[in-house]
């Protein structure tokens, strides 16, 4: 069966620290993966995807992710964070119909 | 581009009463989802058009929701009688599946439906 997971729940960090986000995915075929982020009571903003080619994606805010078939992850990860990166974040495996992990939420500490 | 839009921001119903929830697509994108998203969940899959074809339905959908999209350009959601577990956010996304675009999905800010 196709779907995503997202380890952590609830993940925090202080401002500047580096960030990484677990996602690992079961698909049948090659993945379209995607992250997105989520603001509260907001829609979703695509951050970045990954089709095919370079494993190693760079994405909108400062985000990069890296494809590994291998360990079936897609880890969405940031050097230095920001307080605004406060937020929700999905993973998401495609191509179309998307389905989407249960979030992870990230807390900012000054 | 001036993004999806969904309407109303926010709804407040009775149960038992129905609702209609409207999406506006991005212009030149043909295809059209609708999403559910409860607290502390990720967006669920609930049906998606290609133009004003509806290709599938999650079984999620039950009988008292229906959509459509007649023209290949809005949609609307209604439910039917609703209950108490229909209270949710409710997504609205569009894509085109020409390649020219490579177009993953676009959201909307969705409409968060209460049912008391």
């Known amino acids: 069966a196709q779907s995503v997971t997202q380890p952590d729940i609830h993940i925090t960090v202080s401002e500047g620290a580096s960030l990484e986000l677990r996602c690992n995915y079961s698909y049948g075929a090659t993945p379209y993966l995607f992250w997105y982020v989520q603001s509260p009571g907001q829609g979703l903003q695509l951050l970045l995807k990954y089709f095919s080619g370079d494993t190693l994606v760079q994405g909108i805010k400062g985000f990069e992710a890296e494809f590994k078939r291998s360990q079936s992850s897609f880890n969405l990860r940031k050097p230095s964070v920001h307080w605004s990166d406060a937020a929700e974040y999905f993973c998401a495996v495609g191509p179309d119909k998307l389905i989407f992990g249960t979030g992870t939420r990230l807390q900012v500490f000054p | ?116």
């Open chain 2, 1 to 116: 581009d001036t993004g999806v839009s969904q309407n109303p921001r926010h709804k407040i119903t009775k149960r038992g009463q129905n609702v209609t929830f409207r999406c506006d697509p991005i212009s030149e994108h043909n295809r059209l989802y609708w999403y559910r998203q409860t607290l502390g969940q990720g967006p669920e899959f609930l049906t998606y058009f290609q133009n004003e074809a509806q290709l599938e339905k999650s079984r999620l959908l039950s009988d008292r929701f229906s959509a459509e999209r007649p023209k290949g350009s809005f949609s609307t959601l209604e439910i039917q009688r609703t209950e108490q577990g229909d209270s949710a956010m409710y997504l609205c996304a569009s894509s085109s599946t020409d390649r020219a675009y490579n177009s993953p999905l676009h959201f909307g800010n969705g409409t968060r439906l209460t049912v008391t």
